[in-house]
């Protein structure tokens, strides 16, 4: 990847270098937008600015200095071909400012559908599409994948012998290959949309040898395990769920954005969109990494963190998890942001510490410790995420009880709560990096948390009672 990224960026770089003195538009992050303003007033304009992100006229100097500036690799900015495209791009990302009104109630349903994850089986999996040699999107052998796929996919729901679930072939205009929707139909509010996502693809700088075992087949195998359990349990979800294998995603995104662009045009509600781009190598001392680049949903990811503290904190299904950012559109779930929904992008490793075998002819299972143990993370968190956003309104169950127990809301900068028949052990602040940012111990059963020193944003509190229940409420702060 970094030879591809650094050839998109000289390219820029190059053109900007022919022409000295012009400037080209982008988006960025407004506050990089504004601290580059006051660094170099002449150097770049400010055209337009909607929730966090700005449509901006920079000149290669500028650039320069927010590609160096950046926490990691990457431009810093997504470049545009005229003002219009700028604007309407930062137009789209309309980030909600409510809090998803998802709930975690499903505790039966989810434990055992995550106790039937398999890594053998997402391990045979990545082996058989490594085996095709290449996936590149322009070659024959990318064609049979998709078709090889369609077969696996259509064979669980004839063997589940399901009417209510379908595949569909999607044929692009950017590439000759094409992607592959999944669908399981709504039974009771079949119009709302919780997508899972994943590239077919690979990519080096020699077509015909790009194994691509990392870089995406775990996240295929890693959905398709999704796909299988939520068969073998008979799942009906109240939602419509949708899986998604993508084409040409490495030569910029492609499957992906013309499928979430026709979406948006037909008005689609898609509550939420969970990508998985590299699920298997595990880099960092932590398991799964929340990517916090600005275009993702806080809430989304927040939510996430909520599913992992309730889920994958002890026990057999345990796991931790940590925060890292790509600082550009990395990879699908940026499609369905730039559409306007709510997207995340759960990551293998941090961002710098990632799998250095992607995007090369060694990119295979035999280099990821030849096993899948760390792509059933991913796995289990997507089950976690599907069956508790797909429900209906379900009728309290001793679990929403539970949570209705906790009541909060936030004043003068400060967090009140009531807890009903609890005593509280310990509060904490989570922000939607997982950072616990304050906690309280010795408490009594209401009252109220200080957060002069917390900026404006999405958190999660988290209360611990003294009987060793834990209840979390997320808020955010204006
Ligand atoms: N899986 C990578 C993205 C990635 C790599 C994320 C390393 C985090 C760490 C993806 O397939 C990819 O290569 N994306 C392209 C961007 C795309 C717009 C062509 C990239 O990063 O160069
Ligand atoms: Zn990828």
């Known amino acids: 990847m970094k030879i591809k990224l650094l050839s998109i960026f000289s390219l820029v770089i190059f053109n900007q270098a022919f022409a000295q003195s012009e400037k080209f538009y982008a988006t960025t992050d407004t506050e990089n937008a504004k ?68 709930t975690i109630d499903q505790n039966a349903a989810v434990n055992s559908a995550i106790a039937k994850v398999s890594a053998d089986n997402i391990k045979a999996h990545i082996q058989v599409l490594e085996n095709y040699g290449t996936r590149h999107h322009t070659t024959a052998k990318a064609q049979t994948a998709v078709q090889d796929l369609k077969t696996k996919w259509q064979g669980l729901i004839t063997a589940a012998g399901r009417t209510d ?192 075998n992607i995007h090369t002819t060694t990119d295979k299972l035999s280099n990821m410790g030849s096993s899948a143990t760390h792509a059933a993370k991913f796995a289990k968190l997507g089950l976690e995420f599907i069956i508790e956003t797909a429900k209906g309104s379900v009728l309290a169950t001793s679990e929403t009880a539970n949570n209705n127990s906790v009541e909060i809301y936030v004043k003068d900068k400060s967090l009140n709560y009531r807890l009903a028949k609890e005593t509280v052990e310990s509060i904490s602040i989570v922000d939607t990096s997982g950072k616990q940012l304050l906690e309280s111990k010795n408490l009594l059963s209401f009252g109220k948390i200080d957060l002069n020193k917390i900026n404006k944003g999405f958190y999660l509190a988290v209360f611990k009672t003294k009987s060793g229940k834990v209840i979390t409420k997320k808020f955010i702060l204006e």
């Not at 290669?60 to 005229?82: D, M, Q, R, W």
């Not at 399981?184 to 590239?199: C, L, Q, S, Y």
């Not at 969109?273 to 398991?287: E, L, P, R």
Request: negative net charge; glycine residues 6%; contains cysteine.
């Open 35 to 102: 601290e580059l303003k006051a660094k170099f007033p002449n150097e770049i304009e400010i055209v337009g600015a909607a929730g966090n992100q700005s449509a901006i006229f920079l000149s290669e100097k500028a650039a320069e200095f927010l590609h160096h500036n950046v926490i990691t690799h990457g431009p810093g900015y997504v470049y545009k071909s005229s003002k219009e495209e700028a604007l309407s791009a930062i137009n789209k990302v309309k980030k909600s400012n409510k809090i998803l009104a998802f």
């Open 165 to 356: 679930v379908s595949v569909r072939v999607v044929n692009h205009v950017g590439t000759p290959m094409p992607s592959l929707v999944f669908t399981i139909n709504g039974t009771t509010a079949p119009a709302d949309f919780i997508i899972v996502g994943a590239h077919m693809d690979s990519i080096t700088n020699n077509t015909a040898n790009a194994p691509g075992a990392d870089d995406d087949a775990s996240g295929i195998a890693t959905i398709t395990e999704m796909i299988r359990i939520l068969l073998d349990v008979n799942y009906k979800p109240a939602k419509t769920v949708e899986f998604m294998a993508f084409a040409a995603e490495e030569i910029g995104l492609v499957g992906s954005s013309e499928i979430a662009q026709n979406y948006a045009l037909n008005g689609k509600n898609v509550v939420s969109f969970v990508q998985f781009d590299m699920t298997n190598y595990k880099g960092s001392s932590k398991d799964i990494y929340l990517t916090t680049d600005p275009y993702n949903s806080n809430d989304l990811n927040l939510f996430l963190i909520e599913l992992m503290e309730h889920y994958n904190k002890t026990g057999t299904h345990a796991f931790t998890y940590g925060n890292t950012i790509c600082n550009y559109g990395c990879s699908d779930h940026f499609s369905w942001a730039d559409n306007g929904y709510d997207a995340a992008f759960p990551f293998e490793a941090s961002f710098s510490q990632y799998n250095p």
